[in-house]
C-alpha cells in the first residue's frame, strides 16, 4: 500500500475527481434503492407486515387478493382443517370516503378482519376495535394528513356507510393507500347494500401454517387454492412492474459504474506506462504494482461509499412525507458490498496492462 498512498498523495485532484464520481454514482444507487424500498412498504406493508404467510383465494383470481371470493361456507371447511387460531378471515375493498362535514374524497383500502385473529392490527394510539360493537375502526396514521384525528367519522358516500375512527395503526398500507380496519359485522353491511343479496364473502382466508400442511390443505378444500404471501404481493396491481423497473435502474447503476471506473483506471495506467516500466526495471515485480492499483481502487471506493452512505440519511432527513422513502440496512451492506466487487473488476483492465508492460520497451519510450 505504500506505492497506492504515496500516489494518491501525490495526484490528489486527479484521483478526487474519480472519487467525486463514484460517490455520486453510489449515492444515486442508495437514493433509488430507497425509493424502492419505500414505494415497496407504500405498496404493499399491511401484507409485508401480517403474520399469515399464505392466503386461501378463488383459483380463477390469478394470484389477486381483490379478485378473489370466498364464501362463508367455505371459510367454515377452511376453519375444520386449521387450527382456531392459524386463520381468519380477509375482506379487501378500495373506497373513496369522506370525512364527514366535508367533500374532499380520500383513497383507502377497508381491510375487514377478525378483532382477536392473527390479522388484527397492532394500534399505536387509542383504542382496538372489537367483533360486537359496530362502526368502530382502526385506520392508519398517515389519515393524519388527511386531517383524520380520533373520534372523527369516515363515509362512504356512495352506500352512506359510516364508521368511527377509535385508533391508529402505522405502516398499513395497500396498493399506495392507506388501510382501514374494521370488524366482520360492518363488512357485511358494507358489502350488502343491495336488499337481495345475503350472502356472505370474503376476499381471502390468511393461514399461518408450515409449508408441510399446504399440500395436506390443498387435497382437503376444494374448488380455492393456496398461495404464498410473496405470490400475494407480486400480484398486487403494479407491484412487480414497479418494482422491476426501479431494479433494473440499479442494475444498469452498476454496470455504469464498473465501466466508469474501468475506464479512468486505465487511462491512468497508460499514462503510468514509462514509469511501471523503471518500477519493473528496477526489480518491483507485477504483483506488487497490482495490489498497489487494488488497494487504490479499494481506498477509493470505501470512501466513496461511506461518504454516500452518510449523504443518504441527509437526503432522508430534507425529502418530504409525501415521498416514500425508506433506508434499509441490508440493503446498504448488500450494495456496498456489490459496488466494492464491480470496483475491483473494473481494474482488472488496468491490472491486464501492467502486466504487458515490458520494462526495456518502457523505458525506451521514455522521454
Do not use: C
Amino acid at each position: 500500500m505504500f506505492l497506492a498512498l504515496r500516489e494518491l498523495k501525490f495526484s490528489k485532484l486527479r484521483y478526487f475527481l474519480i472519487g467525486f464520481i463514484m460517490i455520486l454514482i453510489a449515492w444515486l444507487v442508495f437514493i433509488i434503492s430507497g425509493l424502492a424500498n419505500g414505494l415497496s412498504s407504500d405498496n404493499a406493508s399491511a401484507l409485508q407486515n401480517m403474520k399469515a404467510d399464505h392466503f386461501v383465494i378463488q383459483p380463477d383470481a390469478e394470484n389477486k387478493l381483490n379478485r378473489s371470493q370466498i364464501t362463508d361456507e367455505q371459510w367454515k371447511e377452511i376453519q375444520k382443517q386449521t387450527s382456531i387460531h392459524a386463520s381468519a378471515p380477509l375482506g379487501l375493498k378500495i373506497l373513496s370516503v369522506t370525512k364527514m362535514g366535508t367533500k374532499d374524497k380520500m383513497d383507502i383500502t377497508i381491510f375487514a378482519t377478525d378483532a382477536s385473529g392473527i390479522l388484527a392490527p397492532i394500534v399505536v394510539e387509542g383504542n382496538q376495535f372489537n367483533n360486537t360493537t359496530k362502526q368502530e375502526i382502526v385506520v392508519d396514521q398517515s389519515l393524519k394528513q388527511e386531517g383524520i384525528q380520533l373520534g372523527d367519522w369516515i363515509q362512504d358516500p356512495e352506500t352512506e356507510q359510516k364508521w368511527k375512527v377509535v385508533g391508529f395503526t402505522e405502516g398499513q398500507t395497500f396498493s399506495h393507500s392507506p388501510v382501514i380496519f374494521m370488524n366482520l359485522k360492518d363488512w357485511e353491511s358494507l358489502i350488502h347494500t343491495n336488499p337481495q343479496q345475503k350472502k356472505i364473502y370474503y376476499s381471502a382466508i390468511a393461514l399461518q401454517i408450515e409449508n408441510n400442511q399446504v399440500a395436506n390443505l390443498k387435497n382437503e378444500v376444494k374448488d380455492m387454492d393456496v398461495i404464498t404471501k410473496d405470490e400475494a404481493l407480486q400480484n398486487i396491481p403494479g407491484y412487480k412492474e414497479e418494482q422491476g423497473s426501479l431494479n433494473m435502474m440499479i442494475a444498469f447503476l452498476f454496470v455504469i459504474a464498473s465501466f466508469v471506473q474501468a475506464v479512468f483506471f486505465y487511462v491512468i495506467t497508460l499514462q503510468k506506462t514509462n514509469q511501471f516500466g523503471v518500477l519493473k526495471a528496477i526489480g518491483a515485480k507485477t504483483s506488487y504494482l497490482a495490489r498497489s492499483l487494488i488497494g487504490q481502487v479499494i481506498l477509493l471506493t470505501i470512501v466513496a461509499i461511506l461518504l454516500s452512505i452518510g449523504f443518504t440519511y441527509g437526503t432522508q432527513q430534507i425529502l418530504p412525507a409525501s415521498v416514500p422513502f425508506k433506508i434499509e440496512t441490508e440493503t446498504f451492506i448488500l450494495f456496498s458490498g456489490l459496488l466494492l466487487v464491480v470496483s475491483v473488476l473494473g481494474s482488472l483492465l488496468s491490472l491486464y496492462r501492467i502486466a504487458k508492460v515490458d520494462a526495456v520497451e518502457a523505458i525506451g519510450r521514455a522521454e
